[in-house]
């Protein structure tokens, strides 16, 4: 087996050809093993997108070309390289101009040869890479090895054959699951679904040369999958029909999906050129897309929240974590529980705490099904014994991390810290799940601030991908990169935010929710607002979301902070420190509608608990009441509006939060968002779509819609936003340098 440095040039290959024949011509197989063109993968800073890169297309053209032209090659093995076949079209490279040999054709060539290519995969065959390997007469993989077509997440569809061979080979249904979820697949699922010929344990490559060696000379027309057809469906109408329902469904207005089911109806019902034809069609309908844009922003988005820094100069790649073998969750309530799964899933031990004995015993009945669910979704195992549950503190004295999720109430957790402060190691971490309130004033009660950070868990914990990591102004670099690491151990997308009230997701949400109430006071509904949210791609609008979450919990904190107080009468009501507010909210929770909890909240439903918002006449009623009250004239509102109002806002506050350091760059807002607060990803996240939208216009329309709600003061736009406009909008992976010239901080 002979490997090539990656950046082998052809004439380099050539000379390697000539030494092996030379060498080999006597040995007993003249079978040419030809490893074509090793295909590094995922080396960072290695280029990893093979297909388009045009050199290593041209290489892997040529060395193909010349093992088929070779009488004394009698089979070839593709392989990739480092334990990685290949990971598909280079991302970074769709936003330039292409060059180079295409895809196509040349697995065409590949599919056509007249000997037989084994294609040997380990690590990733993804997009081009898989279906370069559906291309090859025969597939091999290790077992470890994942495979799939996730094009569709990038906002495109597989363009190299791939909705034309796949169904040919494991059937529309199969097919179709695959091309329009993006997932990738385990070996096994590949080889039970007929992707694959065998799966081994053991080294891929010399499987891969003996299976190449053993079909030599072998008849390979049953092995031309674009030869084949797919298998006959009885109502080939209704599958289609019923897999676009479904797609559009879920995809709330994504494009990618519903041209993958068109690509392969095309497979179904067209002859394979026709079939290819359509597929190259459809594609170019996505690949200049906006959303294709912002999904490719958005993967490379997710990927750099984990190179965190923060204004003190603390890095992600200068910070070293601790090792936190052993943790504890301090209240066992919803986010408690939660927590506490999603640690024991990660695999530590856990010390559960709740002073509570009733609340204790609910918990130990809910945690350990919680876990069962959990086990059967992800086929996880957990130790029956990684959970301790304690009816005191003084059980933590031993952990490595201890999380707090109480009540969300201050003085509660003022002792809590305290009361950890002296029972744990004195190299203990101390974090708390608190959603608002101030981390750097927790840490004042504890002996060590330098190891307390905020770790704000989203609901249901162990489902919901974000963590907003919270550092202090006396958070140690160690105490960042460790829970960093948890989150990431813990199958979290970790985002470090800076303390301030809110964080950074809540302390945008705030403005988008208050824009909400402003526009029902103004004559919008409920329905209306939702729609147009919906429309837009938020799985809820705000107020269907406001009714799962509970109203009672956002009524909570205004009282807290001295605005929920609905005695006052006249312009005062609708008024505090001199600023707009509304009192609407506050209002429904005074008649007891928390939301689907109680049965009625901003809609109805049909009992306590009901998932199913319907309009609410009485909510109605109540809106007209308050405007008569309130001397307001409703006016027509439309979906422009609506998205302008809420989502600006929103966006706006994003500048504010970049500009004061609280979170390093956009990519850090639009994980939150996405990962956190249901923010359509085909949009890219809040910031990505301000640069989508353009920032003159964003600036424009929110100096409109002051200039109509003069108090209204975060309605004017901010001044990074303002400075990025003067600096000519530069696009968003340019916004860090503008950020960094202007905060010294950072
Ligand atoms: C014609 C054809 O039909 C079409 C058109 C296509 O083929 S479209 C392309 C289809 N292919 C994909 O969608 C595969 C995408 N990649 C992944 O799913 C994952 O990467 C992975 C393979 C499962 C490995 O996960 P990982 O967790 O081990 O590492 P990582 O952190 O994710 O990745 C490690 C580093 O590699 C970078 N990277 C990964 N895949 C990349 C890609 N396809 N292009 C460019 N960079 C990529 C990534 O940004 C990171 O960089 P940095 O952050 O370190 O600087």
């Given at each position: 087996m002979y490997n090539l440095p990656t950046n082998t040039k052809k004439w380099q290959f050539d000379i390697f050809l000539k030494k092996i024949f030379k060498k080999k011509t006597d040995a007993p197989f003249a079978q040419l093993l030809i490893n074509v063109h090793p295909l590094p993968l995922f080396h960072v800073k290695s280029p990893i997108f093979l297909f388009y890169s045009a050199s290593v297309r041209q290489g892997i053209v040529d060395s193909v070309k010349r093992?088929?032209?070779?009488?004394?090659?009698?089979?070839?093995?593709?392989?990739?390289?480092?334990?990685?076949?290949?990971?598909?079209?280079?991302?970074?490279?769709?936003?330039?101009?292409?060059?180079?040999?295409?895809?196509?054709?040349?697995?065409?060539?590949?599919?056509?040869?007249?000997?037989?290519?084994?294609?040997?995969?380990?690590?990733?065959?993804?997009?081009?890479?898989?279906?370069?390997?559906?291309?090859?007469?025969?597939?091999?993989?290790?077992?470890?090895?994942?495979?799939?077509?996730?094009?569709?997440?990038?906002?495109?569809?597989?363009?190299?054959?791939?909705?034309?061979?796949?169904?040919?080979?494991?059937?529309v249904p199969?097919?179709?699951?695959?091309?329009?979820?993006?997932?990738?697949?385990?070996?096994?699922e590949a080889l039970q679904l007929g992707i694959l010929d065998h799966v081994t344990e053991h080294n891929t490559v010399d499987v891969a040369v003996k299976f190449a060696l053993s079909v030599t000379g072998e008849s390979l027309d049953g092995r031309r999958i674009s030869s084949f057809s797919c298998a006959p469906l009885s109502d080939l109408d209704s599958l289609f029909e019923e897999a676009?329902?479904?797609v559009r469904g879920a995809a709330r207005g994504a494009i990618a999906p519903v041209a993958c089911v068109q690509a392969v109806r095309a497979a179904a019902t067209l002859p394979y050129a026709q079939g290819m034809e359509r597929e190259k069609e459809l594609m170019a309908t996505l690949f200049h897309s906006g959303q294709a844009r912002a999904l490719q922003y958005f993967f490379f988005a997710q990927r750099a929240v984990g190179r965190w820094s923060t204004p003190s100069g603390a890095r992600w790649d200068t910070s070293q974590p601790r090792p936190v073998r052993k943790a504890a969750v301090i209240g066992l309530g919803t986010m408690g529980r939660g927590i506490t799964v999603a640690l024991a899933q990660a695999g530590l031990s856990v010390v559960a705490v709740e002073t509570h004995a009733k609340q204790l015993m609910e918990a130990k009945k809910a945690?350990?099904?919680?876990?069962?669910?959990?086990?059967v979704r992800g086929g996880t195992t957990i130790e029956p014994d990684s959970i301790t549950y304690s009816e005191t503190v003084q059980a933590v004295a031993d952990v490595d991390l201890v999380i707090e999720a109480v009540f969300e109430d201050m003085a509660l957790k003022e002792k809590v810290f305290q009361q950890l402060s002296i029972v744990c190691k004195p190299d203990t971490l101390l974090c708390t799940n608190t959603s608002s309130l101030d981390v750097d004033h927790l840490a004042s009660q504890t002996r060590h601030p330098e190891l307390v950070v905020g770790m704000h868990f989203f609901a249901p914990a162990?489902?919901?991908?974000?963590?907003e990591v919270v550092y202090g102004r006396r958070s140690s670099p160690a105490a960042v990169a460790t829970a960093m690491q948890l989150g990431?151990?813990?199958?979290?997308?970790?985002?470090?935010?800076?303390?301030?009230?809110?964080?950074?997701?809540?302390?945008?949400?705030?403005?988008?929710?208050?824009?909400?109430?402003?526009?029902?006071?103004?004559?919008?509904?409920?329905?209306?607002?939702?729609?147009?949210?919906?429309?837009?791609?938020?799985?809820?609008?705000?107020?269907?979301?406001?009714?799962?979450?509970?109203?009672?919990?956002?009524?909570?904190?205004?009282?807290?902070?001295?605005?929920?107080?609905?005695?006052?009468?006249?312009?005062?009501?609708?008024?505090?420190q001199g600023c707009r507010y509304s009192p609407l909210g506050d209002l429904l929770c005074e008649h007891g509608r928390f939301g689907q909890k109680t049965g009625r909240g901003w809609y109805q439903y049909d009992k306590p608990g009901g998932r199913v918002a319907k309009s609410d006449p009485w909510l109605h009623n109540f809106l007209d009441e308050y405007r008569a009250r309130?001397?307001?004239?409703?006016?027509?509102?439309?979906?422009?509006?609506?998205?302008?109002?809420?989502?600006?806002?929103?966006?706006?506050?994003?500048?504010?939060?970049?500009?004061?350091?609280?979170?390093a760059g956009p990519e850090d807002i639009d994980a939150i968002y996405v990962f956190g607060y249901g923010w359509p990803r085909h949009r890219g996240g809040p910031m990505f779509y301000a640069d989508m939208v353009g920032?003159?216009?964003?600036?424009?329309?929110?100096?409109?819609?002051?200039?109509?709600?003069?108090?209204?003061?975060?309605?004017?736009?901010?001044?990074l936003l303002r400075r990025l406009v003067a600096n000519g909008s530069p696009p968003i992976h340019k916004w860090r340098n503008v950020i960094k010239n202007r905060n010294s901080q950072l």
């Open positions: 093992a088929l032209g070779d009488q004394k090659v009698k089979s070839v093995v593709i392989c990739g390289q480092n334990g990685v076949f290949c990971g598909g079209a280079d991302i970074r490279e769709f936003g330039r101009q292409m060059s180079g040999p295409p895809l196509v054709p040349m697995i065409h060539d590949i599919e056509a040869a007249n000997k037989p290519v084994v294609a040997a995969i380990e690590g990733s065959a993804l997009g081009g890479g898989l279906e370069l390997a559906l291309g090859c007469h025969y597939r091999i993989s290790h077992s470890k090895a994942k495979l799939g077509l996730p094009e569709v997440t990038l906002g495109l569809l597989p363009a190299a054959g791939g909705t034309q061979r796949l169904p040919r080979l494991i059937g199969a097919a179709l699951n695959l091309i329009t979820t993006g997932r990738h697949v385990t070996a096994a676009m329902l479904k945690v350990p099904s919680m876990l069962k669910r959990g086990a162990h489902v919901m991908k974000l963590l990431k151990k813990m199958g979290k997308v970790s985002v470090a935010v800076g303390n301030c009230r809110g964080f950074a997701g809540n302390r945008m949400l705030k403005r988008y929710l208050e824009q909400a109430f402003f526009l029902l006071e103004e004559g919008a509904t409920p329905e209306l607002v939702d729609r147009a949210l919906e429309e837009f791609g938020f799985p809820m609008g705000v107020f269907r979301m406001s009714d799962l979450s509970g109203l009672d919990v956002g009524w909570r904190v205004r009282k807290a902070d001295g605005l929920a107080d609905t005695s006052l009468t006249g312009t005062s009501a609708r008024v505090r309130h001397g307001l004239v409703p006016r027509c509102i439309d979906q422009q509006e609506v998205l302008e109002r809420c989502l600006f806002v929103l966006i706006n506050e994003g500048f504010q939060i970049l500009e004061e350091g609280i979170a920032l003159e216009r964003v600036v424009e329309r929110l100096e409109r819609y002051h200039q109509a709600h003069p108090n209204v003061p975060y309605l004017q736009p901010s001044g």
